[in-house]
């Protein structure tokens, strides 16, 4: 790994970390919107995956253990490859994000408004809405 790929990495993990105590979250979209992405609850199943309670980590979100071979397919690509920008990453990452939008569709018809896939009523956009009623 070169220098400028390390310092855009330090970049993105700083604008992460400000964001989380600018916003409360690293979701902006909900924060601005209101509804939950397609990784909501992702950071909460990888927590629950890490102390071995499956269950709940799946709850939270059923994509995390496709999430993770996602991210050590593309990174044995990478390290064959010495580049993302090769055809088993392209193969990954279509097949992962079709699989994120379809789960996020399921998810938001079955369980929206409920927890974990909740409305947030302080987002900018319902304090906007609030506000003009």
Known sequence: ?????????GFVAIVGFLLLFVVD?????????????PGCGMSSA?????HL????AMFFHPLIIPCLLYFVG???AY???????NKPVKILTII???????????????IFPEYPM????????????????
């Open 25 to 37: 979250t690293f979701c902006p979209i909900e924060n601005i919107i209101g509804i939950p992405c």
């Open 96 to 110: 992962f994000m079709v699989a994120l939008v379809v789960v996020y569709v399921y998810r938001m018809i079955t």
């Open 53 to 56: 309670d499956l269950n709940s």
């Open 79 to 85: 390290l064959r490859y010495q580049s993302f920008n």
């Open 1 to 9: 790994m070169n220098y400028t790929t390390l310092k855009k990495l």
């Open 46 to 50: 990888f927590y629950h995956l890490i």
């Open 74 to 76: 593309i990174g044995i």
């Open 118 to 133: 909740m409305y947030n009523n302080d987002s900018l956009l319902g304090r906007i809405i609030e506000f003009i009623n």
